[in-house]
């Protein structure tokens, strides 16, 4: 039950900040002078860009270790049967797999 509450919980949040991204946007589109970008790609590409820009910022926010984290992603990775090499990266750490699983690719 606990794990069903944090999905609608993440879902919710990536829903609110999606929401204030698409009204900040909007804000700066019509109150700016340049135009809209052509590519759409590039559009999404930024809207992206910025999400994982505020999800990074919550992540902070909540001050989560990264043990707790670790111990969160093995624990939906056993859930789902989930056997591939999994990596977290964080700035200025060394990379390595969270299941310790061999390379898919060598």
Same mark, same amino acid.
């Given at each position: 039950m606990v794990k069903k509450k944090l999905g609608h919980f993440a879902s919710a949040l990536v829903s609110l900040l999606l929401r204030k991204i698409s009204?900040?946007?909007? =804000? %700066? $589109?019509? =109150?700016? %002078? $340049? #135009?809209? #970008? $052509? *590519?759409? *790609?590039?559009y999404l590409k930024a809207i992206l860009k910025e999400l994982f820009k505020e999800l990074n910022l919550v992540k902070n926010l909540l001050m989560y270790s990264p043990e707790e984290i670790d111990r969160a992603i093995r624990d939906q990775c056993e859930k789902y049967a989930i056997n591939i090499p999994v990596r977290r990266l964080l700035p200025g750490a060394t990379v390595h797999d969270l299941l310790n699983q061999p390379p898919i690719i060598q």
């Open positions: 009204v900040s946007t909007g =804000y %700066k $589109e019509f =109150y700016s %002078k $340049e #135009p809209l #970008p $052509e *590519d759409i *790609d590039l």
